[in-house]
């Protein structure tokens, strides 16, 4: 059970887009769709943005989107605004009821 | 509403127990999967174990496999974690949190529990 692999940081202009990645493997992220991704404002609980690799639940923005290649999801945020900096993690089902994951990438809007 | 309040954290010894407790309102806790997912101070998530809506699958993190215990009341709408040999590296907020319906992921989130394991 090893994390996933998510870069330590990215950073994009407002009304610029970004694209956070996340590699895992045949066991996790390339043997299920099941990738979510959570936003986490500091000193807050995560935030649900997207499930089973591209679905937003409501009220999260389509600015915010969600994909997989094989065993590399990407969660890519478009017209960035200010909130929206914050620390993102993605996570995977990894089979036998376990989830797994990723480290965390810090996004700064400059 | 949904709410997800933790409870039962504190302090606890090396090598001692603690349990903590999840009081879920707002939807219907027996047809749902709960989620512990924990966070070190300054690091970043960690999914600790995972239990169906009728306690027929159980998942366990490698890290507290065969030390942490997670069971549900579905009659008093709670979610528990026995938590026992506790380690210094257990130190963590600990979260609670309700699996969405019909897909994976974590849609709703308790504010957390701070458990401190220290001697």
């Known amino acids: 059970q090893s994390a996933l692999t998510q870069p330590r940081s990215v950073s994009g202009s407002p009304g610029q887009s970004v694209t956070i990645s996340c590699t895992g493997t045949?066991?996790?992220?390339?043997?299920?769709?099941?990738v979510s991704w959570y936003q986490q404002h500091p000193g807050k609980a995560p935030k649900f943005m997207i499930y089973?690799?591209?679905k937003r639940p409501s009220g999260v923005p389509d600015r915010f989107s969600g994909s997989k290649s094989g065993n590399a999801a990407s969660l890519t945020i478009s017209g960035l605004q200010a909130e929206d900096e914050a620390v993102y993690y993605c996570?995977?089902?990894?089979?036998?009821?376990?989830?797994?994951f990723g480290g965390g990438t810090k996004l700064t809007v400059l | 509403e949904v709410q997800l309040v933790e409870s039962g954290g504190g302090l606890g010894q090396p090598g001692r127990s603690l349990r903590l407790s999840c009081a879920a309102s707002?939807?219907?806790?027996?047809?749902?999967?709960m989620h512990w997912v924990r966070q070190a101070p300054g690091k970043g998530l960690e999914w600790v174990s995972g239990?169906?809506?009728?306690?027929?699958?159980?998942g366990y993190a490698d890290s507290v496999k065969g030390r942490f215990t997670i069971s549900r009341d579905n009659g008093k709408d709670s979610l528990y974690l026995q938590m026992n040999s506790l380690k210094s590296e257990d130190t963590a907020l600990y979260y609670c949190?309700?699996?969405?319906?019909?897909?994976?992921?974590?849609?709703?989130w308790g504010q957390g529990i701070l458990v401190t394991v220290s001697s």
């Open positions: 949190a309700k699996r969405v319906a019909n897909g994976w992921g974590l849609d709703h």
């Open positions: 707002g939807f219907n806790f027996d047809e749902y999967g």
């Open positions: 239990i169906t809506w009728n306690s027929g699958s159980i």
């Open positions: 045949s066991s996790d992220v390339g043997g299920y769709n099941s």
């Open positions: 089973d690799v591209n």
């Open positions: 996570c995977s089902f990894a089979g036998s009821y376990t989830l797994i």
